[in-house]
């Protein structure tokens, strides 16, 4: 992600540099002709809607955004996927595009998304809420008229399920 944002720094840097009113100056001059003498560091004061004249032998031009632009979006849905491929999200979810799927390519991806969230999700139930809720039954059974009175007692592993949101179905009726 640190790649992308750099990348589009420079996109933006490169096209605003070449908008301001910025010229360089070069000589035509091959090297037996004669040019006017220029310091190389000479920096020169350019108006906006001005013209501006350029030494003998030399000539003007504006500098241009030409780092592959056109590339950008290529790149940044690469990055984008190698991002989110470590989550098994497909890209569509990443970058919140999905114009470039049909139904059936999106369904595809979503369902390996899907299914790699529920076995997350089993894990974390074991790794950290069945712990976090068995020291909160510990704790519960030990303030009086927390829990229903025939429950309390109970020798039990206080059986429980975790339930999330369902996932909806993009086309309710099919």
């Not at 969230?117 to 790794?127: G, P, V």
């Not at 229903?148 to 309710?172: F, I, K, M, N, S």
């Amino acid at each position: 992600m640190a790649m992308r944002r750099e990348y589009q720094l420079a996109v933006v840097d490169a096209a605003r540099n070449a908008a301001h009113f910025s010229l360089v100056y070069k000589t035509l001059q091959t090297p037996d002709e004669i040019a006017d003498d220029v310091d190389p560091t000479t920096l020169l004061n350019v108006e906006r809607n001005m013209i501006q004249f350029a030494p003998e032998g030399w000539e003007p031009f504006q500098l241009r955004a030409e780092q592959p632009v056109a590339a950008f979006e290529g790149f940044d849905r690469r990055l984008l996927g190698e991002t989110a491929r470590p989550l098994n999200m497909p890209l569509n979810v990443a970058a919140a595009d999905s114009s470039g799927y049909n139904y059936a390519s999106g369904r595809l991806d979503h369902q390996v998304y899907w299914r790699s969230q529920d076995i997350d999700r089993a894990d974390m139930e074991l790794a950290v809420l069945d712990r976090i809720f068995a020291r909160w039954i510990a704790e519960a059974v030990l303030i009086d008229g927390y829990l229903p009175q025939e429950v309390r007692y109970l020798d039990t592993d206080w059986a429980h399920q975790w339930y999330y949101d369902g996932r909806e179905h993009v086309d309710p009726q099919k």
